[in-house]
């Protein structure tokens, strides 16, 4: 699956009904979690005695590829939050529904994928350890470009903040637009300039 070695392969089904009893899980949780996934299987495990051209990592030993059938594709991203919140494991989501997969992974938060064709799908090995296997994985995912001096999460944390200024500043543009008195319209504008400097 996904062009990754032969060597990590594994086939090992994780049942909804051991999730739920050993992770205790809330019947409204369950049912949300019902909803939305179908099946799943641990599909591949990368580590040094899988792959052993890598070396292992200072924080990271062993990544798992998780493949999760989906019962709808506008499924509710917590539902996979929650299983990689509950499993203390790296764990690489395949996300398929109706010969379409999106790559998913938790790193400080949820990033996915774009959808595309199961067989257009490809994952590389990239990097010398498991944490930098891991660490291209999520900037690949997460479409992230991390900027000279930050780390992976640095650069996350960052372009969240970015993120949340630009909704900020598209908010009170409209708002300025709209805006009739002079006196507000000249305050709205000062507070604009204020986050596109923070920006």
């Known amino acids: 699956m996904l062009g990754l070695p032969k060597t ?16 205790e899980l809330k019947p409204a949780q369950r049912d ?6 179908s099946k799943m299987t641990l599909v591949n495990a990368i580590s040094q005695a899988t ?3 890598l070396q292992q990592g200072e924080n990271i ?24 919140n509950l499993i203390p494991q790296k764990m690489l989501f395949v996300l398929r529904y109706d010969g379409k997969l999106q790559l998913a992974i938790y790193h400080t938060k949820l990033l996915c994928g ?24 999520v900037r690949s995912i997460g479409d992230i470009e991390v900027e000279e001096g930050n780390t992976l ?3 996350i944390t960052i372009d969240d903040e970015r993120a949340k200024l630009l909704r900020q500043i598209e908010t009170l543009e409209k708002k300025a637009r709209a805006e009739k008195q002079p006196r507000k319209k000249l305050e709205l504008f000062e507070a604009l300039k204020e986050l596109k400097k923070k920006l």
């Open 114 to 137: 774009s959808w595309m064709p199961e067989s257009n799908a490809e994952l590389t090995l990239t990097g010398t350890t498991i944490d930098a296997v891991w660490d291209n994985w």
């Open 8 to 23: 990590t392969e594994i086939a090992k089904q994780l049942p909804k009904k051991a999730i739920f009893q050993k992770f």
């Open 32 to 37: 949300r979690f019902d909803a939305d996934i």
């Open 51 to 53: 792959v052993p051209a």
């Open 153 to 155: 999460t640095e650069q």
């Open 61 to 84: 030993t062993n990544i798992y590829v998780l493949d999760v059938v989906l019962k709808k594709p506008d499924y509710d991203p917590k539902n996979i939050a929650l299983l990689s």
